[in-house]
């Protein structure tokens, strides 16, 4: 399995911007594609972001399309989203997710999703 740590997570106004990192050890031999989801106060986790193993395929929520981007550096085992233009709606915790081995295209379900961080509280002020 691969372990997956986020980092990046704070406090920022409305309109401003935050780059989340999630760094993968452990089986990282495999090649396989990642992705990022939320989970608001009392609503259910939902997808924001995926890219494929080779970083030439993305897709992302209607919602962050045009303001969030993400990315990767295999050779660091670090996967990023770049969140602009924030809203107090993006109010969230963060989550990294490694998709299993071999699995290197993108995926919008959690299912589609092995392994998971612990995720990063990202709050956005209005």
């Known amino acids: 399995q691969v372990q997956l740590i986020e980092s990046g997570g704070g406090l920022v106004q409305a309109g401003g911007s935050l780059r989340l990192s999630c760094a993968a050890s452990?089986?990282?031999?495999?090649?396989?594609?990642m992705g990022w989801f939320r989970q608001a106060p009392g609503k259910e986790r939902e997808f924001v972001a995926s890219?494929?193993?080779?970083?030439?395929?993305?897709t992302y929520v209607n919602s962050v399309k045009g303001r969030f981007t993400i990315s990767r550096v295999n050779a660091k085992n670090t996967v990023y989203l770049q969140m602009n233009s924030l809203k107090p709606e993006d109010t969230a915790v963060y989550y990294c997710a490694a998709r299993g081995g071999g699995s290197i295209s993108i995926s919008t379900v959690e299912g589609g999703y092995r392994d998971w961080g612990q995720g990063t509280q990202v709050t956005v002020s209005s």
């Open positions: 452990g089986r990282t031999d495999k090649n396989y594609a």
């Open positions: 890219i494929s193993w080779l970083g030439g395929t993305t």
